[in-house]
């Protein structure tokens, strides 16, 4: 598998408007999307820093995923997401090496991305999400 870079942190947040000003007036950086991904019950705003972004949650249904993460663990890091070719093919290879997927195939994520969360019990307790391009 070949990781490109670091595509985004996503950050579990209760209220986007309130940490989209916290990033912008104090962090000085700008909210450049605000986005709706309804099959993922979540409301995102992203921020670019250098080749990385960073990718605010806020939950749209407190029994969606980013609801519940913010129930049992408040507010913070959810997760961390690599930027891949060959999505599809890197999930069966790692299914052959004995990872939990999460995802078995990709899925529609945010800025039209193709997406898959591995199992953090398998990822040294960190969720993690591969990404793909589809346009490139």
């Known amino acids: 598998m070949k990781i490109k870079h670091i595509e985004h942190i996503g950050i579990a947040v209760r209220s986007l408007e309130q ?3 916290f990033y912008e007036t104090k962090l000085g950086l700008p909210c450049y999307a605000i986005e709706e991904v309804p ?8 921020f670019k820093v250098g080749q990385t972004k960073v990718e605010l949650l806020e939950s749209t249904d407190p029994e969606g995923p980013i609801g519940k ?10 997760h961390i ?11 069966d290879e790692l299914a052959r090496n004995g990872i939990r997927l999460i995802d078995k195939n990709p899925r529609y994520g945010a800025e039209g991305l193709h997406i898959a969360f591995l ?5 040294l307790g960190v ?4 990404c793909e391009n589809p346009k490139q």
């Open 39 to 46: 099959e993922q019950k979540v409301r995102t705003a992203f």
């Open 119 to 123: 199992h953090p019990k398998d990822t």
């Open 19 to 21: 940490a989209i000003a």
């Open 69 to 78: 993460f913010i129930e049992n663990r408040g507010e913070g890091v959810h």
């Open 81 to 91: 997401a690599f930027a891949t070719e060959g999505l599809q093919e890197n999930l």
């Open 127 to 130: 969720l993690t999400e591969l």
